[in-house]
């Protein structure tokens, strides 16, 4: 069944784990989402369904998400401890799968790299990423920048996400998880190719 028959079922299920701003948010990522898709070439399908469902833990007490992931067989890093904020993500993937019987992967792997990024990212995962930054709900500081840079090139947008990431988490002396700095550098690598190929 193709995921986009099943949104009133999703849509359910995360009213009834969510709060309704977290919901609304969901709704609003999803859009987001999709229009991304469909500007830079990922499924928009896919892409609203990852939306949809990538906060599914959240509201989860921190306490269940970490037992959640140790029952499942999830290990945690040390600076995946110092991080509750990364938990809801590495479990999504888990019960997307377990509990709502999706199996396509790329919708999977986009739910578990929301938050930290990676090297080597997909469309459909750099998508997501940014949509959660630039949802309509988001008020914070350089959300317009952000948006601005989501319009120009995906990208300039996963360059301008992953410094505001490290630069907040650094100024909160919080740990950087390695994912994020391997995403970030391979992030400006691909743009500064990108401009000596322009410049030539």
């Not at 919901?23 to 830079?40: C, D």
């Not at 998508?127 to 949802?135: N, Q």
């Not at 948006?147 to 002396?173: C, D, P, V, W, Y």
Request: a negative charge; proline letters at 2%.
């Amino acid at each position: 069944m193709p995921m986009i028959a099943r949104e009133e079922e999703f849509k359910e299920i995360l009213q009834k784990r969510l709060s309704t701003p977290r919901y609304i948010h969901s709704l609003n990522v999803a859009q987001t989402a999709r229009e991304l898709a469909i500007k830079y070439g990922a499924d928009p399908e896919k892409a609203y369904t990852a939306g949809l469902l990538h906060d599914i833990l959240k509201d989860d007490e921190k306490s269940a998400q970490r037992e959640y992931l140790e029952r499942n067989g999830v290990i945690l890093t040390g600076s995946e401890r110092l991080a509750p904020k990364l938990w809801h993500a590495m479990g999504a993937q888990i019960y997307l799968k377990q509990q709502l019987g999706i199996e396509d992967a790329e919708i999977l792997s986009a739910v578990r790299w929301h938050t930290t990024a990676r090297a080597g990212m997909s469309v459909l995962e750099k998508v997501l990423y940014i949509a959660d930054f630039i949802s309509a709900d988001r008020v914070y500081d350089g959300v317009e920048r952000m948006r601005e840079k989501a319009a120009q090139s995906l990208e300039t947008a996963m360059l301008e996400g992953l410094q505001f990431t490290i630069i907040e988490l650094a100024n909160a002396e919080r740990t950087i998880h390695p994912d994020t700095l391997a995403a970030y550098n391979e992030t400006v690598y691909i743009n500064e190719t990108s401009k000596r190929s322009v410049r030539q």
